[in-house]
């Protein structure tokens, strides 16, 4: 280590000083250097967009510790040294599902012994008991159920907000996949020419999407969480969740969300029967989405190099957008255009097109890599991605999307032990209290998976950063009491 050492000073009273102590040098433990690698240090340090090529040596590399060193300064310098948490809690409406995907132990069939759907009493004693713990979130997801009316759906968002502001609370709904937004719109009858090809089945199933997400919104939706989107790959897609939307459709669900003011999440479910390249497809197709939301927002980007990538599968050439990064040294980021925080460039402010409700447009606000986990479900005999692997995806995540302002570590599936690592390899969140899960149990884990405030905090101090409770759009929540409330400057930059 390169130790200064400086010679004692006298003070003005003769006494001699104390020295100060030797500084310490924070450098990446480089076990193997990979020179390779110093093309893409370069593009990150000037907050150059990566291309999917870059993604690749990333991803095969032997100098692990670079990857993750680069991640953490992307991270920090989006972030400083924060990280983020919420209180939140889970609530599975219904685990009956007409799909039987194979990484999946989630579903059940109507009929079977595990199978249960939650009516609105059950709800409302969720909400009370949600609001009691502070909860900032209700995150409500499901399997597709074949029978439920679309009225269920609206009824449980306005339950959930109608139940919490009775009692003083302004939570967030963050509510259903974009695969169960496509299934509300069948089952509400607006599904209607969706399957035509071209830009005709484009057109019909984008009107019947926007149809059921603004009912939603109306009933008091908040924004979409991110599960879903597995891999965006046919071929995978075939293999392991036929049957659930393709790439293109769940983009178009999150597209339809942010040109209606809606903020949504994103995922990747990876190291299951997915190559590695695909992983990278998947997080350039998310980024070019992202590019189309910024853009909404006002944000310039640079025209895309010509051939510097192939086209996407299920994207069409008109739709690619400029390529915008967050991560360039001094860029705001979405969250301080759409609050109007007042250091917001005026050249960045948004204009709104017209035919936009008088909100900010939406945006995808962070990517939450999911590993794989093979227990109880028809992949078992997959062994799942190790701990490296995971460590590895996470800090390629926060290089590839370059244009998302945060990455998660849901700590459920990455462990909470893994995710203080994964703070200091690009993730900059670890999403929140949780209380129930029952999507995966890792380790054995039974359906209450509770941490507290408490451990959330103490597990980002131990990884070195500052806690900061956010609610779900990343606004610094302040608590007075049992009260709490949010800053209208976000938590971040
Ligand atoms: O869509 C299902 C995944 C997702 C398995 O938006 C599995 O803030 C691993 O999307 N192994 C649901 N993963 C979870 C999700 C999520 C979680 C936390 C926060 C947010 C957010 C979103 O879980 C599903 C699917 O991709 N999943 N089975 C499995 N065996």
């Not at 484009?202 to 109306?218: F, H, P, Y």
């Not at 459709?249 to 942010?258: Q, S």
């Not at 051939?307 to 299920?314: C, K, L, V, Y």
């Not at 005026?346 to 962070?366: C, K």
Request: net charge neutral; glycine share 8%.
């Amino acid at each position: 280590m390169a130790a200064t050492l400086e010679s004692s000073a006298m003070t003005t009273t003769g006494a001699v000083a104390a020295p100060p102590p030797p500084p310490i040098t924070r450098v990446a433990p480089a076990l193997i250097r990979d020179d390779r690698l110093e093309p893409i240090r370069a593009k990150v340090d000037r907050g150059e967009r990566l291309a999917i090529d870059d993604g690749d040596l990333l991803f095969t590399t032997p100098d692990l510790w670079s990857v993750l060193e680069m991640g953490d300064a992307v991270r920090r310098r989006l972030h400083g040294d924060s990280a983020y948490y919420n209180i939140n809690r889970h609530l599975n409406y219904s685990n009956v599902c007409a799909l039987s995907c194979k990484f999946c132990d989630f579903y059940a069939k109507a009929g079977q012994a595990k199978a249960y759907t939650r009516d609105m009493e059950y709800v409302r004693g969720e909400v009370r008991k949600a609001v009691e713990g502070g909860a900032t979130e209700i995150h409500s997801v499901g399997g597709l159920h074949p029978t439920l009316p679309f009225s269920y759906y609206t009824d449980l968002v306005s339950t959930i907000r109608d139940e919490a502001r009775s009692l003083g609370s302004g939570l967030n709904v963050k509510a259903f996949t974009a695969v169960e937004i496509v299934h509300l719109a069948r089952i509400a009858k607006q599904y209607k020419g969706a399957s035509l090809p071209g830009p005709e089945g484009k057109t019909a199933r984008r009107a019947g999407i926007r149809w059921v997400l603004e009912r939603l919104k109306e009933a008091g939706l908040g924004s979409l969480p991110g599960g879903g989107a597995e891999v965006f790959d046919d071929r995978v897609h075939d293999e392991a969740y036929k049957g659930k939307i393709r790439s293109d459709v769940w983009l178009d669900v999150h597209e339809v969300a942010h040109e209606i003011g809606l903020n949504t999440n994103a995922t990747i479910l990876y190291g299951h029967i997915e190559q590695r390249r695909e992983r990278l497809v998947h997080m350039d197709m998310l980024r070019r989405a992202q590019d189309r939301a910024l853009g909404r927002m006002g944000y310039q980007g640079e025209a895309r190099q010509r051939g510097s990538e192939t086209a996407r599968q299920g994207e069409e050439r008109e739709v690619d957008a400029p390529a915008i990064t967050l991560t360039r040294p001094g860029t705001p980021l979405p969250e301080r255009i759409a609050f109007g925080a007042d250091s917001t460039p005026s050249s960045l402010r948004r204009s709104v097109a017209p035919s936009l409700p008088p909100s900010t447009p939406g945006y995808f606000q962070t990517i939450i890599p999911l590993p794989f986990f093979p227990d109880g479900c028809e992949l078992e005999h997959l062994p799942g991605p190790t701990g490296l692997e995971n460590l590895r995806t996470m800090a390629i995540a926060r290089l590839m999307l370059d244009n998302f302002p945060h990455v998660k570590a849901f700590w459920i599936m990455q462990t909470l032990a893994m995710a203080q690592l994964m703070l200091a390899s690009g993730a900059d969140d670890i999403d929140g209290t949780v209380v129930w899960y029952d999507i995966t149990k890792v380790g054995g884990a039974s359906t209450h998976q509770e941490v507290t405030v408490w451990s959330l905090q103490k597990a980002i101090r131990e990884a070195g950063f500052e806690p900061i409770e956010r609610d779900t759009l990343y606004r610094r929540v302040v608590r007075d009491g049992s009260r709490w409330s949010v800053q209208a400057e976000p938590s971040a930059r």
